[in-house]
């Protein structure tokens, strides 16, 4: 089964401050892991993704097979930062499996 | 390009009644996925269109159907409604496999 785990729902932090949020993943396969954020009142959209290894908005995360996790860092938060963020997983297999997996999301509040 | 678009925005339905939801994929796009976003919750898969057929398909009952249409824009139906169905639907789209998928803002469903 295909499950992903914030354990975190809320996290506050001050700005400049290091930030991680953790997410944690179950899949028997070989996973593709990715960070979508949800700003106020604005749709939900891909942050970063591992198979591309990019940095966005300073934001990083690796993926750490041995421990299943792919968690969220950024060394200086930024009230920007204030947002839902979620976790997600989507199986790759020889059938194409598409789905992504949700987790219940974290929500950054960085505070001044 | 507008991206995503849902409509309506914001649906107001009876228990027992049927409700029809609608998508236009973001230009360019021929994958259609629907996801049921309840209240502290992430995004749970519906289903996905590919080609006007459902390619995959999640743990929801078959009071939740679909349609893709030849320009590749969607409807998510859903028969009979439950109080339990108040959520927010969102529609992503996508183009190949595997790719990023752009999300829709989103129609909330409230059932009364």
């Known amino acids: 089964a295909q499950r992903v785990t914030q354990p975190e729902k809320l996290l506050s932090v001050f700005k400049g401050a290091p930030v991680e949020l953790k997410c944690n993943y179950s899949?028997?396969?070989?996973?593709?892991l990715f960070w979508y954020v949800q700003y106020s009142r604005q749709r939900l959209q891909l942050l970063l993704r591992h198979i591309s290894r990019e940095s966005i908005k300073g934001f990083t995360a690796d993926l750490n097979k041995g421990e299943t996790s792919f968690h969220l860092k950024k060394p200086f938060a930024q009230e920007e930062d204030s947002a839902m963020y979620y976790c997600?997983?989507?199986?790759?297999?020889?059938?194409?499996?598409?789905?992504?997996?949700f987790g219940k999301g974290t929500k950054l509040t960085v505070n001044p | 390009d507008a991206g995503v678009t849902q409509s309506p925005t914001h649906l107001i339905k009876t228990r027992g009644q049927q409700v029809t939801l609608r998508c236009s994929p973001k230009?360019?796009?021929?994958?259609v996925s629907w996801y049921q976003q309840a209240l502290g919750q992430g995004p749970q898969f519906i289903f996905q269109y590919y080609e006007e057929e459902e390619r995959q398909r999640g743990n929801f009952p078959d009071r939740f159907s679909g349609h893709q249409f030849p320009n590749y824009s969607s409807e998510l139906n859903v028969n009979a409604l439950l109080l339990g169905d108040s959520a927010l639907y969102l529609c992503?789209?996508?183009?190949?496999?595997?790719?990023?998928?752009?999300f829709g803002q989103g129609t909330r469903l409230t059932v009364v």
């Open positions: 997600a997983l989507r199986g790759l297999t020889q059938g194409g499996s598409e789905k992504l997996v």
């Open positions: 899949y028997s396969g070989s996973p593709e």
């Open positions: 992503a789209s996508s183009f190949g496999l595997p790719t990023e998928a752009f």
């Open positions: 230009s360019g796009h021929d994958t």
